[in-house]
């Protein structure tokens, strides 16, 4: 079996290698047998991909642990659903799922453009085929998820680690690669607008909804990465620019960038080049981070082990760059601008502005990122860290000045805002957001019994913000209670489904500033570590933490340690139990994990960890932590989601007809056929 997943590897290969000459001739020579076939072996990529990843599911639920990555990775004491999601749970796993979630977005790509974008669609499809033959490349030759062991196969695996049993470690890779991925279908419609030359909004206006999917995945990958370290690394946080943590956020940046930017194209023809820059940018900024995670150029909790593939991937990343950026300055002339920048006090202006600030939070969080490795390298050894404090000091006020801009941007006219526009737009949001910095400076002192700057000023944001949006809702449903006669709630839900990505635009926007304010409750935080004996009591700010008893259980896959306290108010009543817990697994060996338990509510998480313990005199070190406004956080994210479904819904259309022809099944058949014999030769090879 594993070497007819390798076989499968290897027929990809050839057919990707097929599809990009099909691709190109195709379009040299005009033949529609040769674009056909293309573009179905593009689907053919997608199904021998298919058929890669199911054969290595398969290996891991049978336990054939002759399989290098399946030993590594598994044992007979794991549950069925984390042997099935070990699929990328390592570096050999994870590098095959990515190629083959980029397969699928490909064929759904090249499926749905069957009958439009014809002419860049050739060179779109060669550009999906170099990527393609770059991870194979690195499959087949460098992270062989089928290798075998020649001799001695061990008879069970080390087990995967404990850290990635966890829900949010399951949907948080795949989420994360969905939004990695996605952008690079923007890229290679990009690439294949540049190589052709057809330089319009068409390719952009194809690939909008693209964009947002993969922005709204890797938004929520985010999300969830920061849910699983909440939850199972015990350190009370959930963002310390972790290494790994930046490698996703950084595409996120020059991707939000890029999604404002295009809007400046669509509506005034200009910032041609700078979208193009922009998505280029994102792609490749998709592979660093891959890279980093993979390479073992930086270190972090989340990346995989140290390996050679680096080398491939620095070599792929300077071809994308030089290609892609020469690829611009060759249609630098198509690419001139073709109207002027009127005002500074103007929409344009402010997405240009955005462009930069977003544009320079990318470099600064790449740059500190990969700085300590560069530090290594040049100085034989020696080591420097940059830790969180120094990215605070930078990326707090860049947020900040990204978060008003949420707010100014959709305020301000296109081309040029007057005197009485600013006015009429600005001021009723600029005196709600004067008072509520007084009245969060009170607020936070009375309820925290402190204030602290950063906070007052990111909530008085937010309710600058907040109160834009509301004034652009309320504007726009009195609008059409006034010229269709409707009630508020009909002219309200109307006014959404009229314009869908203006506002579904503004929920977006809003769950960011329900983020920011969950961020601003870090500045709240409280933090307490007592030794506990049992019926004894630790307190931490109006909570009382009373020791019951500790549990020690074994479920043959762990050993289990288990506080089973009792959660009181300052006055002694009663408000709950909680049971945090240390597991110690058996496989891999000595790898103990932290399982918190919370007490959630809206305003704030009582946050429990169990240190050490002493069973002798049962006794316990308990960690506490109190954390305001946390789950704003994961209330923005839901907030984004549904910002995300009203800018994507699509219209209602007609039912289109399914077309057959017989040119299709010809090729079809030619690809089938070109499969079928080179599995056939594979298979022959083994």
């Not at 956080?633 to 995300?644: A, I, R, S």
């Amino acid at each position: 079996m594993p070497d007819f997943g390798y076989a499968t590897l290897l027929l990809t290969f050839l057919v990707a290698i097929y599809t990009s000459a099909a691709a190109i001739v195709g379009h040299k020579t005009r033949s529609e047998r040769l674009l056909e076939s293309a573009r179905f072996g593009v689907y053919g990529t997608f199904g021998l991909l298919s058929v890669a990843c199911l054969t290595l599911v398969y290996l891991f639920v049978v336990g054939d642990y002759s399989v290098k990555y399946v030993q590594h990775y598994s044992d007979r004491s794991m549950p069925l659903f984390y042997k099935v999601t070990a699929l990328w749970g390592g570096q050999d796993g994870s590098l095959l799922f990515w190629v083959w979630v980029m397969s699928v977005w490909s064929a759904i790509a090249v499926y749905q453009n069957r009958d439009r974008n014809k002419e860049l669609m050739p060179y779109t499809i060669v550009t999906m085929m170099w990527v393609t033959l770059f991870f194979m490349t690195l499959l087949i030759f460098a992270a062989n998820p089928f290798e075998v062991y020649l001799a001695g196969a061990p008879t069970d695996g080390r087990g995967l680690n404990p850290l990635l049993q966890n829900p949010y470690m399951v949907t948080h890779p795949p989420t994360l690669y969905l939004g990695y991925i996605g952008w690079t279908i923007p890229f290679c419609f990009a690439m294949g607008a540049l190589a052709h030359g057809k330089l319009d909004y068409g390719w952009i206006a194809s690939m909008r909804r693209w964009c947002l999917v993969a922005w709204v995945c890797l938004s929520v990958g985010l999300t969830l990465g920061g849910l699983w370290a909440y939850e199972e690394l015990g350190w009370g946080g959930y963002w310390a620019w972790d290494p790994v943590e930046n490698a996703a956020f950084m595409p996120w940046l020059t991707g939000t960038a890029f999604i404002h930017s295009v809007q400046v194209q669509e509506r005034r023809k200009i910032f041609k080049a700078w979208n193009l820059s922009l998505i280029i940018i994102t792609f490749v900024l998709t592979l660093l981070g891959t890279m980093m995670t993979r390479s073992g150029i930086v270190e972090s909790v989340h990346a995989f082990a140290q390996s050679d593939i680096g080398d491939y991937f620095l070599a792929f990343l300077v071809v994308t760059l030089v290609v892609g950026f020469g690829l611009i300055l060759l249609r630098s002339k198509q690419l001139a601008p073709e109207s002027a920048l009127e005002s500074i006090v103007s929409r344009e202006f402010a997405f240009l502005v955005n462009n930069w600030i977003l544009l320079a939070a990318a470099f600064f969080v790449t740059f500190a990122t990969v700085f300590p490795s560069i530090y290594k390298f040049v100085n034989k050894g020696q080591e420097i860290n940059v830790g969180p404090a120094f990215f605070n000091l930078w990326m707090i006020p860049i947020g900040l000045v990204l978060l008003f801009l949420t707010g100014v941007g959709p305020l301000l006219s296109w081309k040029k805002s007057t005197a009485a526009t600013l006015r009429q737009q600005f001021l009723l949001p600029a005196i709600v957001g004067l008072l509520g910095a007084g009245f969060a400076h009170v607020a936070t002192g009375w309820v925290y019994g402190s204030s602290h700057w950063v906070a007052t000023l990111t909530i008085a944001i937010c309710i600058f913000v907040t109160t834009s949006i509301t004034q652009e809702f309320a504007r726009g449903t009195r609008y059409r209670m006034k010229n269709s006669g409707e009630g508020a709630l009909d002219a309200f839900i109307t006014l959404m489904t009229r314009a869908k990505r203006r506002y579904g635009g503004y929920v977006v926007h809003f769950a960011l500033v329900l983020m920011f304010f969950g961020f601003a409750g870090n500045a709240f935080k409280l933090e307490a570590e007592e030794t506990v004996p049992e019926g004894k009591s630790a307190k931490i700010g109006r909570y009382e933490v009373r020791l019951d008893r500790l549990v020690f259980e074994d479920d043959g896959q762990k050993n289990m340690v288990t506080a089973h306290v009792t959660v009181l108010d300052k006055a002694g009543k009663e408000l709950g139990t909680m049971a945090p817990a240390k597991w110690a697994y058996r496989k891999p060996e000595d790898q103990v994990t932290t399982e918190v338990d919370k007490r959630m509510t809206l305003a704030e998480d009582l946050y429990l960890v169990l240190g050490t313990y002493d069973a002798e005199r049962k006794a316990a070190v308990l960690q506490l932590k109190v954390n305001p406004l946390v789950n704003f956080v994961w209330l923005g994210c839901g907030f984004l989601m549904f910002g995300f479904g009203v800018a994507v819904w699509p219209e209602r259309r007609a039912v289109r007809a399914p077309i057959y022809s017989k040119r299709t099944a010809q090729a079809a058949a030619g690809v089938a056929s070109f499969a079928l014999a080179m599995l056939s030769a594979g298979l022959a090879l083994f």
